[in-house]
C-alpha cells in the first residue's frame, strides 16, 4: 500500500517568512495529492490539492509542487501569518483508490511574532 | 462547500458501554464515507471505508466486531464503539466525497474518552 513521509515534523518560523513542508511518497500509481489544515480539536480543512499531471499549483499565498519522478510534493507559504499556525498533513491516494487517502505523518506549523 | 455533520462531538463513558458516532452529509449524496481515529499529536488513521447499501471495508488490524459501521442510506453513515474501553479513547473522524472529483469534506470530529 501507499506510504506517505512528511518532514519536518515541527515548523517555527517569524511572520512574514516563508514555510516549506515536504512529502514522499511510495506509490508511483498515487496521482491526487492533497494538503490539509487542522487546527486544534478541529475537522481538516482542504487548503490546496494537486494532480500528477500538473507540477505546480498556487492559490494567492500557498502553492505546492509535485516531482513525479522523484515521488515527492511540497507546500510552500509565503509571508507567513499567525494564523497559519495549525498542523498540516499532506495525503496521497492511488488511481483508482476511490479517495482512500494515505496521510503523512502532520507537522506542526508556528508561527512568531 | 459540502458540509458533512458529525455527532456527538465529546463523548464520555464508562468502559464496557458502546457508543454510537453519527455521520452526515447535508448537502449532498455520499455512497462511500470514511471513518478515521487520530490520536493526539498524530495523523488520521483510516479505520474503514462506508459503503452505502453494503459491507464497509476494514483497514488491516482494525477489528470489524469492535469497530460497527453502517452505512443505511445516502446520506448518513453511523459508526458504533461496542463494549469500549479506555484504549479506545481517541478522536474519530469521518469524511464523505461529494460529486466533485477527489475532494473530501471531514466531519468535526468525536472526541470519544473511556474511564
Known amino acids: 500500500g501507499e506510504n506517505v513521509e512528511q518532514h519536518p515534523s515541527t515548523l517555527s518560523v517569524q511572520e512574514g517568512d516563508s514555510a516549506v513542508i515536504k512529502c514522499t511518497y511510495s506509490d508511483s500509481a498515487s496521482n491526487y495529492f492533497p494538503w490539509y489544515k487542522q487546527e486544534l480539536g478541529k475537522r481538516p480543512q482542504l487548503i490546496i490539492d494537486?494532480?500528477?499531471?500538473?507540477g505546480e499549483k498556487k492559490d494567492q499565498r500557498i502553492a505546492v509542487t509535485l516531482n513525479k519522478t522523484a515521488k515527492h510534493f511540497s507546500l510552500h507559504i509565503t509571508e507567513t501569518q499567525p494564523e497559519d499556525s495549525a498542523v498540516y498533513f499532506c495525503?496521497?491516494?492511488?488511481?483508482?483508490?476511490?479517495?482512500?487517502?494515505?496521510f503523512g505523518t502532520g507537522t506542526q506549523l508556528k508561527v512568531e511574532l | 462547500g459540502a458540509v458533512v455533520s458529525q455527532h456527538p462531538s465529546r463523548v464520555i463513558c464508562k468502559s464496557g458501554t458502546s457508543v454510537k458516532i453519527e455521520c452526515r452529509s447535508l448537502d449532498f449524496q455520499a455512497t462511500t464515507m470514511f471513518w478515521y481515529r487520530q490520536f493526539p499529536k498524530q495523523s488520521l488513521m483510516l479505520m474503514a471505508t462506508s459503503n452505502e447499501g453494503s459491507k464497509a471495508t476494514y483497514e488491516q488490524g482494525v477489528e470489524k466486531d469492535k469497530f460497527l459501521i453502517n452505512h443505511a442510506s445516502l446520506t448518513l453513515s453511523t459508526l458504533t464503539v461496542t463494549s469500549a474501553h479506555p484504549e479506545d479513547s481517541s478522536f474519530y473522524i469521518c469524511?464523505?466525497?461529494?460529486?466533485?472529483?477527489?475532494?473530501?469534506?471531514f466531519g468535526s470530529g468525536t472526541q470519544l474518552s473511556v474511564l
Open positions: 494537486i494532480r500528477s499531471n500538473v
Open positions: 495525503a496521497a491516494t492511488p488511481r483508482g483508490g476511490g479517495n482512500k487517502l494515505t
Open positions: 469524511s464523505a466525497r461529494d460529486r466533485a472529483p477527489r475532494e473530501l469534506f
